[in-house]
């Protein structure tokens, strides 16, 4: 049996691509606009909360100073006005024994159940923190800038789903609006383009009805239409042709009977010439259209996958050349081994020919895997390092250390101030991959040209933080790009092996997973200094 060959109006692919596409284009904005707005409102509730902290702190002061409690609890009154809260703890700092004590204590009813105490989760909501159906937040006290306790208070997200809910809801009710204008629309314009092709259908059914090849399609509006229609316009004129030709030639079938018989078989030899004429310009018509599709295509699927191919084609480009290489010594050896005419000095050429393909191989994949790691790592885990105690002048040896095969050709000097036995609690981690990133990159772009350079390391505690002072004396960074330096993919070497993410890296360990600050200041010609502060215990 033949097979059935499905045919899509083109009414069908119209309506269907351009619904497709605004139905994507409202679930990417509701998707987008529902995460900003969430966002904005959990920034909303964690400043609302630190503002509470601050004011319930500034209250409770004296009472702690004076360990007055019931004094407190008599005169306590901002609790009734703080929207939305559940609970709050306000802890007293023992002198004697340096712990914190329960010295006050609010739940929002009686009905509600009493939760544990906070005083040894200070580390984490020193920040507010958002749980499935609360927030909470530590706020310490200070006295003469020393710490007298701490308040804790906890409020509820409720408001925040139903406004979330809400928001969901009027969108995509804008999305159904939104997808029923599009359809009317649709299908207007769809009426408009398939005009002139219902036009044309009801021209040929016409003229094959009568069979009048008098008629003539008249011209159309678009310029595919317009040449079916001459097409069909030529075909008609030529059947016309014939057929006048046949009728004359009807009329002298009894004297010129053999002489018909012949100009029959040109007319028709002529026919299926011109037929065959209007079906190869239909296919080109096809093949044209079809060529522009996949143009469309290939320029959209180009767009997307430059940005991405452009950073790791080199590396990989230059191991498929050195792995296919290799693979013809490999085989020409193989045949000559086969062939018993293999000869020590071609084994000789091959092994030494095979190690520069090999360690090309391995240098660029390195590169590649390098630089795949690299997008890997702008997106920093916060959870995936722990918090311990350390030494900072053996973790900065540490990070030479691991420099040393990089460095140990190379004319610079990197001097250290750090004072010794300086122990610390926070992310050893991040500390040393921030590091080993300013010193290469001094490495690279400071120093490059030059016979000499000196980097300095100066480190000092400063109160809860750790101030880290990076100086080198190198070529510095211009001015048009210093305000941006910390954005991805921003480097001077695009083309020659930088990624743009190695500033980037250290701007999300040092913001992220130590939760400190970074600024940079340069000036061309006379280096670049970089201050990281970051909180210690």
Request: aromatic share 8%; charged share 20%; with cysteine.
């Amino acid at each position: 049996m033949p097979t059935t060959i499905r045919i899509w109006s083109i009414r069908r692919i119209f309506l269907l691509s351009i619904i497709g596409l605004v139905i994507a284009s409202c679930m990417v904005n509701l998707v987008f606009i529902s995460q900003q707005n969430i966002a904005s409102y959990h920034k909303l509730a964690a400043d609302d909360i630190k503002y509470w902290a601050e004011e319930l702190a500034d209250e409770s002061k004296s009472y702690l100073i004076s360990s007055d409690r019931q004094s407190l609890m008599d005169n306590m009154t901002i609790t009734s006005r703080i929207p939305n809260l559940n609970y709050v703890h306000i802890y007293q700092l023992n002198n004697q024994s340096n712990k914190l004590e329960l010295f006050y204590s609010y739940k929002r009813s009686e009905r509600r159940s009493a939760i544990p105490e906070k005083s040894n989760e200070i580390n984490n909501l020193l920040n507010p923190r958002f749980k499935d159906n609360y927030l909470e937040y530590m706020y310490p006290i200070k006295a003469d800038e020393e710490v007298v306790g701490f308040v804790y208070l906890q409020s509820s997200k409720e408001y925040i789903t139903l406004i979330t809910d809400k928001l969901l809801t009027t969108s995509i009710l804008i999305m159904f609006i939104i997808l029923l204008v599009t359809i009317f629309i649709v299908l207007q314009l769809n009426r408009y383009i398939s005009a002139p092709y219902l036009t044309l259908v009801n021209t040929v059914q016409a003229v094959a009805r009568q069979k009048n090849f008098q008629q003539r399609c008249q011209a159309m509006p678009y310029r595919e239409a317009d040449i079916l229609a001459r097409n069909i316009n030529i075909l008609f004129a030529r059947m016309e042709k014939h057929i006048a030709q046949l009728d004359a030639a009807e009329q002298q079938s009894i004297e010129h009977s053999s002489e018909l018989e012949d100009k029959i078989n040109k007319r028709t030899a002529a026919l299926k010439e011109s037929n065959q004429e209007l079906l190869s310009t239909l296919e080109k018509m096809h093949q044209f259209q079809g060529q522009l599709v996949e143009s469309e295509k290939m320029a959209s699927l180009g767009d997307m996958v430059a940005g991405v191919a452009h950073e790791v084609n080199t590396p990989i480009g230059l191991g498929v050349t050195a792995s296919t290489l290799l693979a013809d010594r490999i085989e020409e050896v193989t045949t000559a081994f086969e062939d018993k005419s293999l000869k020590s000095s071609q084994l000789k050429k091959f092994l030494h020919e095979g190690g520069e393909n090999v360690a090309i191989i391995y240098r660029n994949l390195n590169r590649a895997a390098d630089l795949i790691s690299s997008f890997k790592k702008v997106a920093v885990d916060q959870s995936s390092e722990e918090i311990r105690s350390f030494d900072v002048k053996e973790l900065l040896s540490e990070a030479l250390l691991t420099l040393r095969p990089q460095l140990h050709s190379l004319p610079y000097i990197i001097d250290i101030d750090c004072p010794s036995k300086l122990i610390i609690n926070s992310k050893p981690g991040p500390l040393n991959q921030i590091l080993i990133n300013l010193i290469m990159n001094s490495i690279i772009h400071g120093f490059e040209g030059r016979d000499s350079g000196k980097i300095t390391i100066t480190v000092m505690p400063l109160s809860n933080q750790l101030n880290m002072l990076f100086q080198d004396d190198g070529i510095g960074v211009d001015e048009t790009i210093e305000n941006k330096v910390f954005e991805p993919f921003t480097t001077t070497k695009r083309g020659e092996g930088g990624s743009g993410l190695g500033l980037h890296l250290v701007y999300n360990l040092v913001t992220q997973a130590l939760g400190g600050t970074i600024v940079l200041n340069s000036e061309l010609g006379k280096g670049v200094t970089i201050e990281i502060n970051f909180p210690i215990s």
